[in-house]
Nanobody
Framework: VQLQASGGGLVQPGGSLRLSCAAS????????MGWYRQAPGKQRELVAT???????NYADSKKGRFTISRDNAKNTLYLQMDSLKPEDTAVYYC??????????WGQGTQVTVSS
């Protein structure tokens, strides 16, 4: 399985970005895709996940400003980020998990929030 993330960039505080992650290869119909991020000097942290059956999970601090969605037919995951803050600056990684215990990571896309 390969994950290709895109959509990162430089945005001013208060702006929006939409990230995409396209999965290809042997993607099973039942899986969980998610977004994680890692800021400089910090550990990678959960942003949100979305199961193929429709269940979403957000890190508490991301609720309200971030919206995760997916298109199962295209095996594509999205992250709409609104009202961005400088502390949202990080490399955002796409993740896919499927049984029995496969875990895949994308290459990451840089998001920089700065004026």
């Amino acid at each position: 399985v390969q994950l290709q993330a895109s959509g990162g960039g430089l945005v001013q505080p208060g702006g929006s970005l939409r990230l995409s992650c396209a999965a290809s290869g042997r993607v099973f119909s039942i899986n969980t895709m998610g977004w994680y991020r890692q800021a400089p000097g910090k550990q990678r942290e959960l942003v949100a996940t979305f199961t193929s059956t429709g269940t979403t999970n957000y890190a508490d601090s991301k609720k309200g400003r971030f919206t995760i969605s997916r298109d199962n037919a295209k095996n594509t995951l999205y992250l709409q980020m609104d009202s961005l803050k400088p502390e949202d600056t990080a490399v955002y990684y796409c993740n896919l998990r499927q049984r029995p215990s496969y875990v895949y990571w994308g290459q990451g896309t840089q998001v920089t929030v700065s004026s």
